[in-house]
């Protein structure tokens, strides 16, 4: 008895085989997993911006420094006044040589700006072309004067009366003042008689104070 031979064709096998999805349904799904994944993401961010918000309420609140106002320019020679003032030593013509003397300079601001009078000035003494220059008197503390227009400042002078015609003694006609931070003079007519040179006396014994508050 012979059988019938069946001969499998490609339909067959497909048909046999996995069943192909619906392209309807596989869209759906993408979709599906595409929202999935874009909902994930939402939360992740939103809880990344939840602990950026704790981090920056927790830290400190620093409020920005003021800035500093700039200083006032140099006081230049040409814009100060310079006198003798009171409260010195010193006796007009001199009076009991050997004995420290002081004389106090008043510099007005004369101009119409506000400036600054920071340090020393340079002091020297003339005598035609005999000349005593002051020292700076370190051990004396100071801090920079701000001087508006009419304000004064005030410096003082110490220095050793001298007896006339004794040798070591300048007898001074002109102090030439430098202001601090400056390169120009300005002559004031010497009023306090004879003075002992530094080089008689060791250690030096003619200074000039800083300039201070008035």
Do not use: Y
């Amino acid at each position: 008895m012979s059988w019938p031979i069946r001969t499998r064709t490609g339909g067959n096998r497909a048909g046999r085989g996995r069943p192909v999805p619906d392209p309807a349904v596989r869209a759906r799904a993408a979709r599906v997993r595409t929202a999935a994944r874009a909902r994930t993401a939402a939360r992740a961010r939103a809880r990344a911006l939840g602990a950026l918000a704790v981090v920056a309420l927790a830290a400190p609140v620093v409020s920005a420094a003021p800035a500093a106002a700039a200083p006032p320019p140099p006081c230049l020679t040409s814009d100060l006044s310079l006198s003798w003032a009171p409260g010195g030593t010193a006796v007009s013509g001199g009076a009991e040589p050997g004995s420290s003397r002081t004389a106090v300079v008043a510099l007005r601001n004369a101009g119409d700006a506000t400036c600054l009078l920071d340090g020393f000035p340079k002091v020297t003494l003339a005598q035609g072309a005999t000349t005593e220059n002051l020292v700076d008197q370190r051990s004396v503390s100071h801090s920079a004067v701000t001087l508006d227009p009419g304000a004064s400042a005030r410096f003082t002078l110490t220095f050793r009366q001298g007896q006339s015609g004794e040798d070591g003694v300048i007898e001074p006609v002109t102090a030439i003042v430098t202001p601090p931070n400056n390169t120009a003079s300005t002559n004031m007519r010497w009023r306090w008689g004879p003075v002992a040179e530094q080089e008689s006396a060791s250690p030096p014994r003619n200074f000039v104070g800083p300039v201070v508050a008035a």
